[in-house]
């Protein structure tokens, strides 16, 4: 049996529900997420501090969202009324979870998922995503004061987006060394620290397990699921995938899911991705790198359609001498699909 495991921001969904969360519910939202994602960026791919997943910026999250007022309520009602679908998206999930096993391995919370399984009509069992309770526990006046004051210093710090930096500069160490005193000294000796530790972000290792849990529900062999994602959450996954012989497959993905991944597809629409999956299930791993030696010419039956609703797709298979300009055409894709915002965070 052949599975597949889809990332759902990015590739089903154009949205970043915590992004959007922020930008809508909190004062200068959008500058805030932005410096919690980077610091998580720098965490994961340029510090790599031991035992950390990318994706925590869903962690560190929460403890600000319960302090400003939100609640599971609100957060599943605004996701389920702002969800926007990758053109074509939603129509590929319906018809490919008639056809084969699929699994969401997501790292957005749980109730966006909730609210995504609704509108699709899809099985929320066979979904993977962030645990989130705000309404769990409580913050004292004082301690919902602290918060508000750190919220107010984080979203006035700059911090740039890694960028695929090796190096940092000393003011931007410095900048780091201080989120985390904030983040792993200052927050956890509070009460609101149980609010951010009982967060478990689905990235990084985790969607490697979710990957490794799926193979297990239907018994099927690593060689016989196919990944697609699109981020730094997606990297281990993928890098997983593909090192145990399935296909890894980066959709309109960053630098990070690019260098893990073995293809990428990047189009404005998802039918190429539906046809790649497609034939996957239909003839196995092999028939995907005849498909990326010659696209779209090797699909002779729905050629006239993908030139149609995709007439700039490109599906190819990843290497050392087209990764700068698959990089390149994958980013400028995904800015013009998701917003200039979106498409730049990691």
């Known amino acids: 049996m052949r599975i597949l495991c889809i990332d759902c921001e990015g590739p089903i969904t154009l949205n970043d529900n915590a992004f959007e969360i922020c930008k809508n519910f909190l004062p200068e939202g959008e500058n805030f997420f932005k410096v919690i994602s980077s610091f998580d960026d720098y965490l994961a791919d340029v510090v790599k501090k031991k035992n950390y997943v990318a994706g925590t910026t869903l962690k560190l999250l929460t403890p600000f969202l319960k302090a400003m007022g939100l609640t599971n309520k609100k ?3 605004y996701s389920k ?9 939603k129509e590929m999930m319906e018809a490919l979870k008639s056809q084969m096993k699929v699994f969401i391995v997501s790292t957005s919370y749980t109730p966006y998922i909730q609210a995504l399984c609704e509108i699709i009509d899809f099985p929320l069992k066979n979904t993977f995503s962030t645990s989130l309770d705000l309404d769990e526990d409580n913050l004292s006046r004082d301690e919902r004061k602290t918060m508000i004051d750190l919220y107010k210093e984080i979203k006035g710090i700059f911090l740039p987006p890694p960028a695929g930096r090796k190096n940092i500069s000393l003011e931007i160490k410095k900048k780091i060394h201080n989120l985390e005193r904030i983040f792993f000294e200052k927050i956890p000796s509070m009460d609101c620290g149980k609010i951010m530790e009982k967060v478990n972000p ?21 060689e016989d699921v196919i990944y697609v994602g699109d981020s730094i959450t997606d990297a281990e996954a993928l890098k997983f995938v593909r090192e145990k012989g399935g296909i890894s497959l980066s959709f309109n993905g960053n630098i990070y899911a690019l260098r893990e991944a073995e293809f990428a597809c990047i189009s404005l629409h998802s039918f190429p991705l539906f046809l790649i999956i497609k034939e996957f299930n239909e003839k196995g791993g092999g028939i995907v ?3 990326a030696s010659t696209w779209p010419y090797s699909l002779k039956e729905e050629r006239e359609k993908v030139n149609h609703l995709a007439p700039e797709s490109i599906f190819a298979k990843i290497r050392e ?9 994958s980013e400028k894709t995904r800015k013009k699909l998701r917003g200039e915002i979106i498409g730049t965070l990691g």
Request: no cysteine; charged share 40%; proline share 4%.
């Open 289 to 291: 790198s005849e498909i």
């Open 81 to 89: 009324r702002s969800i926007r679908f990758v053109p074509g998206a």
């Open 202 to 222: 689905v990235g990084g290792e985790e969607k490697k397990k979710a990957v490794e849990k799926s193979l297990s529900k239907v018994k099927a062999n690593p």
């Open 75 to 77: 957060i599943k009602e």
């Open 321 to 329: 001498d087209n990764f700068s300009l698959l990089a390149e055409k």
